[in-house]
């Protein structure tokens, strides 16, 4: 898949449970396109490697942590990632290495393992590759991953907006 006027990039964000870190992710990441006016050519989503939440909203703390700074996460619904999810879209971004490991493990060939990436990875000066999980964690937690997820998604966004104007 390629970014173009009919077909927009797609990137979907995936954690564990698909309720904390890539909603947010997802929400963060879209709101750059949104700003820059490539919301049309652009498209996220996020997923996790398990099935223990699928359908369930974010969690409570994911949502306000978001809230917090202005997003909206209230019509994210956990979903789990399929196989389709490599093929429908051009770019896999795993929040730690754990989800890379599994994201391998799944890749049917090497087209489906090329689009993998770690989100900490775009980021030329972290000191970590692992976004960590807030889930037994508190609020602040919740506030400090989501500092992070926007670092990050704001250097991917950086890395990706050169290319996505260009196609269309």
């Not at 929400?27 to 369930?56: M, N, Q």
């Not at 795993?94 to 890379?100: F, G, N, T």
């Amino acid at each position: 898949m390629t970014a173009s006027a009919d077909a927009p990039f797609r990137v979907v964000f995936v954690c564990s449970g698909n309720i904390c870190r890539s909603p947010m992710a997802d929400v963060v990441f879209r709101r750059f396109a949104h700003t820059a006016g490539l919301g049309a050519r652009i498209a996220s989503s996020s997923a996790g490697t398990g099935d223990w939440h699928v359908g369930e909203r974010a969690d409570h703390r994911t949502v306000a942590a978001l809230e917090r700074l202005g997003y909206d996460g209230t019509a994210h619904r956990a979903r789990q990632f399929r196989y389709a999810d490599f093929d429908r879209n051009d770019l896999v971004v795993a929040l730690d290495r754990s989800h890379e490991r599994v994201l391998r493990g799944w890749a049917r060939n090497d087209d489906d393992s090329d689009k993998i990436a770690l989100l900490q990875s775009f980021v030329p000066d972290a000191t970590t590759l692992d976004v960590p999980d807030p889930y037994y964690a508190g609020p602040q937690m919740f506030d400090e991953v989501l500092g992070m997820i926007e670092r990050a998604s704001g250097a991917l966004f950086r890395q990706l907006e050169p290319a996505i104007r260009s196609a269309g």
